[in-house]
Structure formats: structure tokens, C-alpha cells
T-cell receptor
Framework: SQQGEEDPQALSIQEGENATMNCSYK?????LQWYRQNSGRGLVHLIL?????REKHSGRLRVTLDTSKKSSSLLITASRAADTASYFC?????????????FGPGTSLSVIP | DGGITQSPKYLFRKEGQNVTLSCEQN?????MYWYRQDPGQGLRLIYY???????QKGDIAEGYSVSREKKESFPLTVTSAQKNPTAFYLC????????????FGDGTRLSIL
């Protein structure tokens, strides 16, 4: 069963605007990661946030984690056309039968120049 | 530069044919993974390997086989038993298995002739 699920499925914004994507998950986690995938390419790791952290920054990226709501958000500030990609959250499960990371279905972001 | 190389980029399979997708990494990572991605969907785990000569089934292993004879290499064979093989296949590696950030290759797109 799917652990993380991103929202919205698709997002279209103008260059310079901020983009916010959300990820909700069902069971307790140790870590949550965000990845980016450009069309026809592999995924690129963006940021990892641990369950005892609430916020993390990396350049124009800001990730928050609310374990009480079982949700995370990824904010991209001052978006650029090059940010056009799909964004995936990936969670591990404290109670999964073996250690693995589960990817959500992703948010497709289009940044219009 | 270190990374993961997948080949070929495009592959076509005839009915009843087995095909093998190559994945090589020079990151000195212990863990390697194979994922399947269908259009507009997230990644589903096919097989993973924590160490040489050891591998485990993921969520959708039926119709696929792997080997891990060398640390650097983790080839995936799509057998004729896989009735719906058309998809984008991604190979990844991480330092250790589990929640560690994964590094991805640029994928192989497999189609049926």
C-alpha cells in the first residue's frame, strides 16, 4: 500500500511565484525525503528531514514536517522555468516488514516563463 | 564523476523474449534497487540488493529476475512471464539499504514490438 501521497497532482505557476507541494502519509516514519524528476530522467535527491526535525532549508527549498498531522510540505521560492519537473516524497516506515523507502505518485510542477 | 549508468536508454522486446537491462555504479554503494515507473505514477520496487550475492524481492517481482555478482553491477532481466513490461525502469543505489538517499540512473524505457 502507498505510504506517501502528494497533493496537488499537478501545479502550474508563473515564474517568480512560490510553489507549495504537500505530502501526507499513513504510518509513523523515521525520515521523509523529497526528490525531483525531470522529464525522461532519473530522480534527484533534494532533501531529507528526520522525524525529530520540523523544518529544513536548502537554497530555495524549504521543507516542513508535522508528525502529528502525518504531513510534509515542500516550498520552492522564486520559482524558475528550470524547476519544471515532478516532485516525489519518499517515506520509510517504522513498522514495515523490511527497510525500504516508499515513493508517492508525485506532483507535476509546471513553471511558465 | 561518480554515478549510475543504465543502458540501453531505449529497448524493444518481442513477444516471448527475455531482455536484460544493465545498471552499473561507481559510487562504491552497498545497496542497489530496481524500480518500475508507469506514466503519471510513482515508483514501484521490483528487487533490491543489500550486498553482493544477495537480493530480495520487492513489491512487483513477478516476471523479473536479477543478479548481484559484483558490487558495481545489478542487471535486471525482464522475462517473457512479465505480460505487461512496457514501462520506464530506474536503477538506484545508496550507501546502505533503507532510508539513505538514493542516487538514480537515467532509466531505460522498455516497449513491446
Amino acid at each position: 500500500s502507498q505510504q506517501g501521497e502528494e497533493d496537488p497532482q499537478a501545479l502550474s505557476i508563473q515564474e517568480g511565484e512560490n510553489a507549495t507541494m504537500n505530502c501526507s502519509y499513513k504510518t509513523s516514519i523515521n525520515n521523509l525525503q523529497w526528490y525531483r524528476q525531470n522529464s525522461g530522467r532519473g530522480l534527484v535527491h533534494l532533501i531529507l528531514i528526520r522525524s525529530n526535525e520540523r523544518e529544513k532549508h536548502s537554497g530555495r527549498l524549504r521543507v516542513t514536517l508535522d508528525t502529528s498531522k502525518k504531513s510534509s510540505s515542500l516550498l520552492i521560492t522564486a520559482s524558475r522555468a528550470a524547476d519544471t519537473a515532478s516532485y516525489f516524497c519518499a517515506t520509510d516506515g517504522v513498522k514495515t516488514s523490511y527497510d525500504k523507502v516508499i515513493f508517492g505518485p508525485g506532483t507535476s510542477l509546471s513553471v511558465i516563463p | 564523476d561518480g554515478g549510475i549508468t543504465q543502458s540501453p536508454k531505449y529497448l524493444f522486446r518481442k513477444e516471448g523474449q527475455n531482455v536484460t537491462l544493465s545498471c552499473e555504479q561507481n559510487l562504491n554503494h552497498d545497496a542497489m534497487y530496481w524500480y518500475r515507473q508507469d506514466p503519471g505514477q510513482g515508483l514501484r520496487l521490483i528487487y533490491y540488493s543489500q550486498i553482493v550475492n544477495d537480493f530480495q524481492k520487492g513489491d512487483i517481482a513477478e516476471g523479473y529476475s536479477v543478479s548481484r555478482e559484483k558490487k558495481e553491477s545489478f542487471p535486471l532481466t525482464v522475462t517473457s512471464a512479465q505480460k505487461n513490461p512496457t514501462a520506464f525502469y530506474l536503477c538506484a543505489s545508496s550507501i546502505k539499504q533503507g532510508w539513505q538517499p538514493q542516487h538514480f540512473g537515467d532509466g531505460t524505457r522498455l516497449s513491446i514490438l
